[in-house]
Every structure is written in C-alpha cells, then in structure tokens.
C-alpha cells in the first residue's frame, strides 16, 4: 500500500501539487470533461468547494478518454471553467484514468494493491472518489451520483 500523499501531478498550469497540503481535509478526486451530459456537475462541484471547503478539498482532473469529451488544450480546459461555471477548485493537468497510461494517482484510487481499500474501474466522466482526512479511500461514487448527494455530503456535514 502507497500513501495518496506521495504521489506526483500538476495542476492544469503545470505547477505541482504538493497533495500533503490536503491532510486533514476530505479530498473529493472528479475525472472532468468539458463536451459531457454531466459537465453541469461543475456547478454542483464549485458549491461544495464553496460551502465546504474548510473540510473537502475538490480536486477535477480532466481526461479525453470517455467519448473524446475533453478535447481541449489546458488553457481552453481552465477558460471554459472559469467562464461557465465559474470554478476556483484545484484542476490538474489533463491525464488517463484507465489503461497502459493511467496516472499513479487513479492507479491508487483503483487499486485495492495500493490503496488498501477496493478496487474499481472508471466507467465515464465526473466518476467521483473520496479521501478521507487522513489519505484513506473512503469509497467511489459513479457519474450519476450528484455531487450534493447524501453518500458524499455525510461526510462533512
């Protein structure tokens, strides 16, 4: 088992993500994409970060690999953000969450091997999985299930 807090990825600007700043805080990991029937979950995901961002740290990383639906370029990716959901959350660097060039960090959110909790797969866009304050996985959250759901909002109420 590895720690979530040793692994390496840069934000959307390509500066690093130090994720040890995250102790102590839910951490709320979304795979996001700008062309996609949930995309309006960034509003949803913008008023968590608002509401609770004292206990949850929303962290978006885009990805191209579901229905070519995150086609854009980082500045584009951040642009189209900003403009239409006015999201100031954390977005990382565009990366894969499933194959031969799945990023460490959904190797660790997938991996039972490495996380220590359960294995999954990434079905589609805005899957969601929580950390918890001290880098478990709690558990994974489908594309359907609402930001503002229950399952997701118990743990920092």
Same mark, same amino acid.
């Given at each position: 088992?590895?720690?979530?807090?040793?692994? +390496?990825?840069?934000?959307?600007?390509?500066?690093?993500?130090?994720?040890?700043?995250? !102790? #102590? !805080?839910?951490?709320?990991? /979304?795979?996001?994409?700008?062309?996609?029937?949930?995309?309006?979950?960034? =509003? $949803?995901?913008?008023?968590?970060?608002?509401?609770?961002?004292? +206990?949850?740290?929303?962290?978006?990383?885009?990805?191209?690999?579901?229905? #070519?639906?995150?086609?854009?370029?980082? @500045?584009?990716?951040?642009?189209?953000?900003? /403009?239409? &959901?006015?999201?100031?959350?954390?977005?990382? $660097? +565009?990366?894969? /969450?499933?194959?031969?060039? =799945?990023?460490?960090? &959904?190797?660790?959110?997938?991996? %039972?091997?490495?996380?220590?909790? =359960?294995?999954?797969?990434? +079905?589609?866009?805005?899957? !969601?999985?929580?950390?918890?304050?001290?880098?478990?996985?709690?558990?994974?959250?489908?594309?359907?299930?609402?930001? @503002? @759901?229950? =399952?997701?909002? %118990?743990?920092?109420?």
């Amino acid at each position: 088992m590895t720690s979530i807090y040793d692994i +390496k990825i840069n934000s959307l600007q390509g500066q690093p993500i130090d994720l040890n700043a995250f !102790k #102590g !805080k839910h951490i709320l990991f /979304v795979n996001v994409a700008s062309k996609c029937g949930f995309t309006p979950q960034y =509003k $949803e995901l913008q008023k968590l970060h608002e509401q609770y961002g004292d +206990k949850v740290a929303i962290i978006g990383v885009p990805c191209n690999q579901f229905g #070519g639906q995150e086609p854009g370029t980082s @500045n584009e990716i951040l642009e189209f953000c900003e /403009v239409n &959901y006015g999201v100031s959350f954390l977005i990382t $660097e +565009k990366i894969d /969450v499933k194959g031969s060039n =799945k990023h460490p960090l &959904y190797e660790w959110l997938t991996e %039972k091997s490495k996380n220590g909790t =359960k294995d999954s797969k990434v +079905k589609w866009n805005f899957q !969601k999985y929580l950390v918890d304050p001290e880098g478990h996985l709690v558990d994974y959250y489908f594309s359907v299930t609402s930001p @503002n @759901n229950n =399952k997701i909002l %118990k743990h920092f109420r």
